[in-house]
């Protein structure tokens, strides 16, 4: 069974940084797409950052130049640094992997993970 398990959040001051990270555990075959969502209250889940194998990364214009995607093939993990951070970047963020599996191709979604940032 696939699962992608979250960690990196809290609370942080506004300029400030953290990295999330979500490591993806089971018998994989193959990870195609690796992204990173984000939903606060009372919005949509919206895309904040995407790397595809061997592609480049995509951004949300809102993080572009602020937030850096990673990702470590070795670990079936990635990443994400955010840096500057403001208070609307307050949500919950989740990753998500499209992913080959016993269960086929399909998507994962981690738990999410909280961050606030706040003074």
């Known amino acids: 069974q696939v699962q992608l398990v979250e960690s990196g959040g809290g609370l942080v001051q506004p300029g400030g940084s953290l990295r999330l990270s979500c490591a993806a555990s089971g018998t994989i075959f193959s990870i195609n797409a690796l992204a990173w969502y984000r939903q606060a209250p009372g919005k949509q889940r919206e895309l904040v950052a995407a790397?595809?194998?061997?592609?480049?990364?995509n951004y949300a214009d809102s993080v572009k130049g602020r937030f850096t995607i990673s990702r470590d093939n070795a670990k079936n993990t990635v990443y994400l640094q955010m840096n500057s951070l403001k208070p609307e970047d307050t949500a919950v963020y989740y990753c998500?992997?499209?992913?080959?599996?016993?269960?086929?191709?399909?998507?994962?979604w981690g738990q999410g993970t909280q961050v606030t940032v706040s003074s």
């Open positions: 998500n992997a499209h992913l080959g599996s016993r269960a086929g191709l399909r998507d994962y």
């Open positions: 790397i595809a194998s061997g592609g480049s990364p």
